[in-house]
């Protein structure tokens, strides 16, 4: 119930950076609740939701992040639906298929855009 209101809260959050062209404010709004998420995860049963969280952290962390997800969203939005559909299926790790492909593709992605530390 806990990890449902956190990714809930996330899913306000990214729907106000919508609306907000995915400026600087309203990206810390979204990196404050995914940072909460990412100490929260496993302690709510989902390492997966951690690591994901995670990723969008390192994604809009920089300044460099954030002016790419400004001119383009899709990967931290790619981030955010990922936790929704993780916990909405259950899937809680990287031992599932699906869990440790998605995390895999959105790691993978960050890494290539060069603009987070790992």
């Known amino acids: 119930v806990w990890l449902e209101a956190d990714v809930e809260r996330l ?6 950076a919508d609306e907000a062209s995915w400026s600087p404010l309203a990206q810390e709004d979204v990196h404050s ?9 496993a302690t709510y049963g989902s390492l ?13 962390e920089t300044d460099a992040g954030k002016a790419l997800a400004q001119r383009d969203s899709s990967l931290a939005r ?11 299926d259950g899937i809680n790790s990287t031992d599932h298929p ?14 290539e855009l060069g603009v987070a530390p790992r």
């Open 11 to 16: 899913q306000a959050a990214r729907l106000r």
């Open 33 to 41: 609740i995914a940072h909460d998420l990412k100490g929260l995860g």
């Open 48 to 60: 997966l939701a951690t690591q994901i969280a995670a990723s969008l952290c390192r994604l809009i």
């Open 78 to 88: 790619a981030h955010i639906d990922a936790l929704r559909a993780s916990v909405r």
């Open 98 to 111: 699906v869990g440790r492909a998605v995390l895999q593709a959105l790691e993978t992605r960050v890494s």
